[in-house]
């Protein structure tokens, strides 16, 4: 004797517009349901476009980072992460990060990103040949800040390639010093405190 068992799936009678809607209710609580068929969607989306995918690589936030300063992501490949779509020729480096706030005296704290998993070289002149290449690939490295409970952007710094390149090269050959052969990528941690206290001039806009 045969028995079928009814599998229930909670995202079959959903409307994807009735949800958008939904998630514009200041409202709105997720249960795991609703968390699941988010991530779902927005994975199905990104595929769709050739974008990688959005839970790996920070590709979201640099998603949301190239529409608001009127870029394009290029797709999947290790390269730039987007361009301008009025400009092609603009490419731009993002990096993201949380929106600390303010400290005593109402002065704004450090804030702090990350430029990760660059490849290792066998010399120490090799790295900063091709360090230095990548960090010059694009002529903008523009850095945001968001208050992840809203999503809602706080901060943004904008810096030219050639008045980042000598600090943060620096940082990464420093990494390039520590590295194992168990963790061999170069890593450097860059932040506003590190721009001001190296007179590195950038452009800060707060919302």
């Not at 992460?81 to 990096?95: L, V």
């Amino acid at each position: 004797m045969n028995s079928e068992t009814t599998v229930y799936d909670p995202f079959k009678d959903i409307d994807p517009n009735e949800y958008l809607q939904y998630l514009k209710d200041i409202d709105y609580h997720f249960n795991d349901d609703g968390k699941e068929l988010l991530g779902i969607l927005l994975e199905i989306s990104f595929y769709k476009d050739e974008l990688g995918n959005p839970h790996n690589y920070n590709r979201f936030n640099e998603f949301r980072q190239a529409r608001k300063h009127k870029c394009k992501l290029f797709k999947v490949g290790g390269g730039s992460d987007a361009y301008e779509i009025d400009n092609p020729n603009n490419t731009k480096e993002f990096k993201y990060g949380k929106f600390k706030g303010f400290g005593k005296n109402s002065k704004l704290k450090s804030h702090s990103v990350s430029y990760n998993g660059t490849s290792r070289y066998a010399t120490i002149e090799e790295q900063e040949r091709e360090c230095r290449k990548k960090i010059m690939r694009d002529g903008e490295h523009i850095w945001d800040f968001a208050d992840p409970t809203t999503g809602e952007f706080k901060m943004t710094i904008k810096i030219k390639n050639v008045d980042i390149v000598d600090l943060l090269l620096s940082k990464q050959l420093e990494s390039w010093r520590k590295t194992t052969n168990k963790d061999n990528r170069i890593n450097a941690n860059m932040s506003t405190k590190m721009l001001d206290d190296n007179n590195v001039p950038y452009e800060k806009i707060l919302y």
